[in-house]
């Protein structure tokens, strides 16, 4: 089993920037592709970026492009969303996600471990 713990969130006002943090403990399966997904009041959970096992490949939801930047330091079983210009869109309870596959994957259904979240509030 493995386990997933965030951190990082918190209340800021638009334009500030945030660190996202997940860190992962227990069992490690060798491969994983790691994402981060987020989930609005009264919406759907949906994808933001994920990261393939090596780092060398890196997707983004269109809505942040430019603005997130995900990283992994596997030496320490961490995995990162650098999240600066944020915008009061970009409020939602942030997951961390852990895949069965190796390489990028954007659909939630790929990801077999999820951490509880983290919550992340931009004001205007």
């Known amino acids: 089993q493995v386990q997933l713990v965030e951190s990082g969130g918190g209340l800021v006002q638009a334009g500030d920037s945030l660190r996202l943090s997940c860190a992962a403990s227990g069992r490690i399966l060798g491969n994983n592709a790691m994402g981060w997904f987020r989930q609005a009041p009264g919406k759907e959970r949906e994808f933001v970026a994920t990261i393939s096992w090596s780092g060398d490949r890196t997707s983004y939801t269109d809505s942040v492009k430019g603005r997130f930047t995900i990283s992994r330091d596997n030496a320490k079983n961490t995995v990162y969303l650098q999240m600066n210009t944020l915008e009061p869109e970009d409020t939602a309870v942030y997951y961390c996600?852990?895949?069965?596959?190796?390489?990028?994957?954007?659909?939630?259904?790929?990801?077999?471990?999820w951490g509880q979240g983290t919550q992340v509030t931009v004001s205007s």
């Open positions: 996600a852990a895949s069965r596959y190796s390489t990028v994957k954007v659909i939630t259904n790929e990801y077999d471990y």
